[in-house]
């Protein structure tokens, strides 16, 4: 029962998944996006690969709970992975995750170029983790 977790930016595509039990999330790898096409192709190999349950994307809102241009962007996305990729595509609500994987890291010790490596696969990490914890609950 595997979960897949993305964190969707404008240049890449962070992922994580869950461990069989749906417990745990591991980063896997980061998806550096060059067009809707090539990112629903590269979506569909990690499906192949793991053979999710569904797939919790970020959603980046503001502080305020407001939806911005950006969740705007991720919502469009959501939308069609729905109809691309059938199979439940879920949001959830990534705020402060960035921010939490940056401490993280930085907490590891990491230079500033590591961490831009690997950011974004922290971030669908936290993202996931947050909904699994959900979902267990």
Do not use: C, H
């Amino acid at each position: 029962m595997r979960i897949i977790g993305l964190d969707v930016g404008s240049k890449t595509i962070g992922v994580a998944v869950s461990d069989e039990m749906g417990w745990t999330a591991q980063g896997v790898t980061t998806i550096i996006r060059k067009s809707l096409d090539s990112d629903l192709e590269e979506l569909r190999k990690l499906m192949d690969q793991y053979n999710p349950l569904e797939i919790a994307v970020g959603l980046p809102k503001n502080m305020d709970g407001t939806i911005g241009k950006q969740a705007e962007g991720v919502l469009a996305l959501v939308e069609t992975m729905k109809k691309s990729l059938n199979i439940p595509v879920i949001t959830w609500d990534e705020r402060l995750s960035t921010v939490a994987a940056n401490r993280t890291l930085l907490e590891a010790d990491l230079s500033r170029k590591k961490r831009k490596k690997v950011i974004n696969k922290m971030a669908a990490v936290f993202i996931l983790q947050g909904y699994l914890d959900s979902r267990a609950g």
